[in-house]
């Protein structure tokens, strides 16, 4: 059994709790908040759980070995660090770093203190995802993708009456890139590798963040295009273009629906996938097999394709935003 502590008391965390104590693999131990009123009322559902209001007493408890951590993406790398050094797993909700400097010293500090990093980009942990990349003919057969995910953030109405709410703020590391963007650059690393060239044209925001944009990535024979957004709605299909049809998504961050249009035989493949309610509840039993089975080989190599995929992503983001002039605090 794997005895979690939680980092933010917000809805995502509600979310992975629940999904970790479906896959039965989990018992919540503790939960961290500033305040210990927001603690208490996070851990009230889940029966018998410690609080803590500061970091050093949360990471003492001795009975807690793996650490969600779901607080403001700036703040991810100083408490991953903090709960490595306490010998924690550390599960960092996506993004989990600012830069590639960050990723790059936390990979390294917890194959010393031999505990495991994991960054919760779900998409990749869905037996959908996956289905939909084993599916995936030879790269040279595609000539190009779009893939989309926008959804206006009610956020954005605090930047429009002059406030920097926290997804906003470039003290934060916010910005849709940094957020629903991340989505869709796993799963075109995921599928199609790593691009030769990287470019970002964001429409910034008045904090000095993305609030939208367009990305395309240039590989040898084709481009990915994508397009994130935080202060609009998208309501478009992602789509992979093949020499003889298109593959057609409902999504890229949860894939529900998918259909091959083939244009030799003029027919249309629907591909049956199983999606679950909770969609953190691939990822967290992914998680949880890893950390239970520490010298299974083959959960070995899983555990090191997801830290090269989750380097690489973070390396990708980086330079499509400097490549639009956003910077961070955590970069200087």
Not at 31 to 40: F, I, P
Not at 187 to 208: D, L, N, Q, R
Not at 294 to 304: A, H, R, S
């Amino acid at each position: 059994m794997i005895h979690l502590g939680v980092i933010g008391t917000n809805w995502i965390s509600h979310q992975f709790v629940a999904a970790a104590l479906e896959t039965k693999k989990y018992d919540l131990t503790a939960v961290y908040s500033r305040k210990l009123e927001s603690a208490q009322e996070f851990g009230s559902k889940y029966g018998d759980v410690e609080y803590a209001i500061d970091l050093e007493t949360f990471f003492g408890i001795e009975h807690m070995d793996t650490v969600y951590i779901a607080s403001p993406n700036s703040l991810h790398f100083e408490q991953a660090k903090q709960a490595i050094l306490a010998k924690k797993n550390v599960i960092v909700e996506k993004p989990a770093f600012s830069n590639p400097a960050e990723m790059d010293e936390i990979i390294q500090l917890a194959n010393q203190q031999k505990v495991f990093f994991f960054e919760a980009a779900r998409n990749i942990h869905e037996t959908s995802f996956k289905k939909i990349g084993d599916l995936m003919p030879l790269k040279n057969r595609i000539i190009g993708a779009n893939f989309s995910y926008m959804k206006y953030s009610s956020r954005y109405d605090q930047v429009l009456d002059g406030q920097e709410p926290n997804i906003f703020s470039p003290h934060f590391s916010g910005g849709a890139l940094m957020d629903l963007g991340v989505y869709l650059i796993y799963a075109t690393i995921a599928w199609f590798g790593m691009p030769k060239e990287s470019h970002y044209f964001a429409k910034k925001v008045a904090t000095g963040v993305d609030g939208l944009g367009t990305a395309i990535l240039r590989y040898d024979e084709f481009d990915v295009t994508l397009q994130a957004g935080k202060i609009g709605d998208s309501f478009l299909d992602s789509e992979i273009y093949f020499e003889n049809g298109t593959l057609v998504l409902d999504g890229i961050n949860a894939i529900s629906k998918a259909e091959f249009h083939d244009r030799n035989r003029k027919e249309t493949d629907i591909i049956s996938l199983t999606v679950e309610e909770n969609p953190m509840v691939e990822e967290a039993l992914d998680f949880a097999e890893v950390i239970l089975n520490p010298t299974d080989k083959d959960w070995g190599l899983k555990y090191e394709e997801w830290i090269e995929l989750a380097r690489n992503v973070n390396k990708v983001v980086t330079t499509l935003r400097k490549s639009a002039g956003i910077v961070f605090t955590a970069d200087k």
